[in-house]
């Protein structure tokens, strides 16, 4: 399994068609964060996001911020929550504002393979709860927008050296939650026969 | 006992509720920092190997840079043990939680998670409406109080389950809804953690006997015999499901299966399954009635 540097937002596709599933990436450039509420906002309520998501890295975020006086956020503590709620949003995603890549924890179930094939786009792992070390490899909250919807507002964070992630879900139809699930469903069978 | 002493011992416990929620979110618990440097070693697979040096890397700077392990702060849950001569009415105690609480997540400052269940407005710093939520025990010849802060992360908490198994299910169903529960959550609510098992009582009991499960100091077994060599039992097959660390595959797919069991009514057979992430954040102190509190008291 290999290991890459991809800097976001992306324009060339190869960046993301070279990734396989299992690979190890680290990220650099900027990053968007996002959540429910803001995707609840551009899709269910149809709002047009005041961000450009064009080959953008979206990370499933809800970070713990401080206000200062100048009317800027400083981080205190950003971490990634799960992305399974989310996963409806996908395609259109990919389809309509051209993200490249999604990254929370947990995995997307397989609803999202076949949009993230169509559209070259790619699930990065990271591990869920390693918050502190998140927190070191975000060099700045360069901007929000959606400031209501606290914390779930849409965030552009510069970060540097951001992972490692694993590649959970490829741009070639392969997952490692497909894989995975359908060992360990057959592996149920096994332990149950033993019982 | 006067007035000013009940007053003074209700600001000591919102000290002790404050320091203890900040505690538990920054200082993981040594008996959980020695499973998952077990968990690291024992592991074989390279993605699932990744996920456990990463979340090593991450306690530590958590430990250098006083910095929070997980962004969750959770929903704050203290467990209360209460003697019967503890100075402190239970209910000036649940006041004193609250506004622990509160202040931690305003002075520190804490991300707010709490909201109106249908509006999904914030409720205030961390308290809302029957938050933060305070199990209670209450303890005859004793004068002391004991309060335990568990920040649950909703991760692990959405992957909650509970099945009313029958009497002719047995054991076995409650084996095998455990273990297809645990393969369901994948990577979802963050392993490896400690999978919480409640069994008996009512559905109601069962679950909250999940959640007692999980605030227990991790590999600790249940004092009834029977019941420890299912946790042996459970925690050896959960492991063989390949689930891996944060679902990617591999050889540890739980650190720990704790489980609490309640007495029944013959035509029941409930079990409950409460998740607690690898970040499985617990901080406790005693309390004696006048007020001293010691902070390294694990109850």
């Known amino acids: 399994m290999a290991s890459h540097t991809v800097t976001f937002p992306v324009t060339d596709p190869q960046e993301i068609l070279k990734l396989k599933a299992g690979d ?12 429910d509420r803001t995707q609840i906002r551009i899709f269910d309520e149809k709002v047009e996001p005041p961000m450009d998501l064009k080959g953008a890295f979206l990370l499933h975020t809800a970070p ?12 205190v503590c950003i971490g990634t929550t799960t992305s399974a709620r989310m996963v409806r949003f996908t395609e259109p995603l990919g389809r309509q504002y051209g993200v490249r890549a999604i990254c929370g924890k947990g995995g997307f179930p397989d609803e999202a393979i076949a949009p993230m094939h169509e559209l ?12 502190a070390l998140e927190t070191t490899q975000i060099e700045e909250i360069e901007d929000v927008m959606w400031e ?29 939650y497909h894989d995975v699930q359908t060992r360990a469903q057959a592996k149920l069978e096994e332990l149950f026969a033993r019982l | 006992m006067s007035i000013d002493t009940v007053t003074d011992l209700a600001g000591v416990v919102e000290d002790a509720a404050a320091h203890l929620y900040v505690w538990a979110l920054k200082d993981i618990p040594q008996d959980l920092r020695d499973a998952l440097a077990a968990a690291r070693l024992r592991e074989t697979s390279v993605a699932g190997k990744r996920v456990l040096e990463t979340i090593h890397r991450n306690v530590n700077i958590a430990d250098s840079e006083n ?7 959770g929903i704050a849950v203290y467990t209360c043990r209460v003697g019967e001569h503890f100075p402190l009415h239970p209910t000036r105690i649940y006041e004193s939680l609250r506004n622990g609480t509160a202040r931690a997540t305003l002075e520190h400052p804490l991300r707010s998670n709490a909201v109106h269940t249908i509006t999904r407005e914030n409720t205030g710093p961390n308290i809302g409406y029957r938050l933060p939520i305070v199990h209670w025990e209450f303890i005859e010849d004793w004068d002391g109080l004991d309060v335990k802060c568990i920040p649950k992360g909703s991760g692990s908490e959405n992957m909650s389950f509970l099945k009313m198994c029958i009497p002719a299910d047995g054991v076995n169903g409650i084996k095998r809804f455990v273990l297809e529960s645990i393969v369901g959550a994948g990577g979802k609510p963050c392993p490896p953690g400690i999978v919480g098992v409640g069994i008996g009582g009512t559905a109601d009991y069962a679950m909250y006997l999940a959640k007692e499960a999980i605030t227990r100091p991790v590999g600790t077994r249940n004092p009834d015999p029977l019941v420890a060599q299912l946790e042996d039992e459970l925690y050896g097959l959960l492991n063989e499901t390949g689930i891996g660390p944060m679902g990617l595959g591999g050889d540890v797919t739980v650190l720990q299966c704790h489980i609490e069991h309640a007495d029944t009514h013959m035509t029941l057979n409930p079990v409950a399954v409460n998740y607690q992430c690898w970040a499985a954040r617990r901080a406790s102190a005693h309390i004696s009635p006048t007020g001293e509190t010691d902070f390294d008291r694990e109850f």
């Open chain 1, 64 to 75: 713990g911020v401080r206000k200062l006086e100048s009317g800027k956020y400083e981080k």
């Open chain 1, 120 to 131: 070259g786009m790619v699930y990065f792992a990271i591990v869920g709860g390693a918050a």
């Open chain 2, 67 to 73: 910095n929070l392990v997980c962004q969750d702060t």
């Open chain 1, 24 to 35: 190890e990436v680290t990220v650099q450039g900027h990053i968007i964060g996002i959540r």
């Open chain 1, 148 to 176: 209501e919807l606290m914390p779930e507002c849409l965030w552009r964070f510069r970060v540097k050296d951001f992972g490692p992630l694993t590649v959970g879900i490829d741009a070639h139809g392969n997952s490692l």
